[in-house]
C-alpha cells in the first residue's frame, strides 16, 4: 500500500512502472551528482588551503588537536597528555601522481561537504512512499543524519587521524626503516577515518529504521547492553593504536553514547507505533 502512495504521489494518481521509479531516482542521483562536481571544483581551486593547512593539518606539530592535548597535560600535569608528533615527508611515484591525488581529494571532500544536499535527495525520493504519520515521525531525519554525519566526521579528522598519525609515524621496528608513506596511502587513510567515523556516527538513525520495521527493540538493546560495552571497548582499542587508556576512553565514550542514543530512538518509534495502533 505504501508503494502505491508512492506511485500516485509521483503521478498524481496513475500507477508508475518499475522504469519510471527508475527514472525518477535517476533524476535525484543526477542533481546530487552535479553538487558533488560543483563543490569540489571550488575544493579544486582551492589546492594550497586543501592541501597544506587540511589534508596535510594533522601530521604538523601545531595542529589544534596537538595543541589542545599539550595544553591540558599542562594544565592538569599530566606529560603523558602530549602528543609527539615525528617530522615525515610523504611521496609521490608516479609523475602523475600529484595531481590524480589533488582530483581524487576534491571528489571527496564535495562528497563530503554535499552530504547535507545528497540526503535530501534521497528523501525526496523515499517520503512518498510512506504514511503520513510515517512522514511525520521522520520529520528533520535529514537533519538529524547530517549533523551526526559531520560530527563523525570532525571526530575522525580532528581525534582519531592526528593520533593515528602520530603513533604509526613514530613507531619503528628497525633502525634501517623510515617511515615515508605515498601520496595515495596518506589521503586514503585520512579519508577513510573521516569517512568510516561518520557512516558509523549514523547507527541511531540506522536504528530508526531497524525499529520501524521490528527487526531491532528497546528492550534487545538494552539486555545485550553489556555485550555492547565490550564490543565498544574492543572497538576504540582497535581504532586507537595508541596503549594510552586515556585515549581510548576518549574515544569509547562517544561510541557508547551513540548506543545509548539508538535505545532512546527506538523507544521512541516503539511509542509511536503504539500510539498509531491505538489512533486506529
Known amino acids: 500500500m505504501a508503494l502505491q502512495l508512492f506511485n500516485k504521489n509521483r503521478t498524481n ?57 599539550a595544553y591540558l597535560a599542562a594544565k592538569f600535569n599530566m606529560p603523558g597528555l602530549v602528543i609527539h608528533v615525528p617530522e615525515f615527508k610523504v611521496m609521490s611515484q608516479t609523475l602523475a601522481g600529484p595531481f590524480m591525488a589533488h582530483i581524487q581529494i576534491s571528489l571527496t571532500l564535495g562528497l563530503i561537504l554535499a552530504i547535507p544536499y545528497v540526503f535530501w535527495e534521497f528523501w525526496r525520493f523515499l517520503s512518498p512512499a510512506l504514511y503520513p504519520t510515517e512522514r511525520k515521525a521522520a520529520t528533520g531525519i535529514v537533519g538529524y543524519s547530517t549533523v551526526l554525519f559531520l560530527i563523525g566526521a570532525a571526530f575522525g579528522y580532528y581525534f582519531l587521524a592526528p593520533f593515528s598519525i602520530s603513533f604509526l609515524a613514530d613507531y619503528t621496528v628497525s633502525s634501517e626503516v623510515i617511515v615515508m608513506p605515498t601520496l595515495d596511502e596518506y589521503i586514503d587513510f585520512v579519508t577513510s577515518m573521516v569517512l568510516v567515523t561518520g557512516i558509523a556516527f549514523e547507527l541511531p538513525i540506522i536504528m530508526f529504521f531497524l525499529g520501524k520495521i521490528g527487526i531491532v527493540t528497546a528492550a534487545f538493546l538494552r539486555k545485550y547492553r553489556r555485550i555492547a560495552i565490550v564490543i565498544v571497548l574492543v572497538l576504540s582499542a582497535i581504532i586507537t593504536p595508541s596503549v594510552d587508556m586515556f585515549t581510548q576512553f576518549l574515544v569509547a565514550v562517544p561510541l557508547y553514547m551513540l548506543y545509548e542514543l539508538s535505545i532512546f530512538v527506538v523507544r521512541r518509534v516503539e511509542k509511536t507505533k503504539v500510539s498509531e495502533e491505538e489512533l486506529y
Do not use: C, W
Open 13 to 69: 494518481g496513475a500507477e508508475m512502472s518499475f522504469f519510471q521509479h527508475i527514472d525518477a531516482l535517476r533524476g535525484h542521483l543526477f542533481r546530487s551528482a552535479i553538487a558533488v562536481f560543483a563543490i569540489a571544483v571550488v575544493v579544486f581551486l582551492n589546492k594550497s588551503f586543501i592541501f597544506d593547512t587540511v589534508l596535510f593539518g594533522p601530521k604538523k606539530p601545531d595542529f589544534i588537536t596537538y595543541r589542545i592535548m
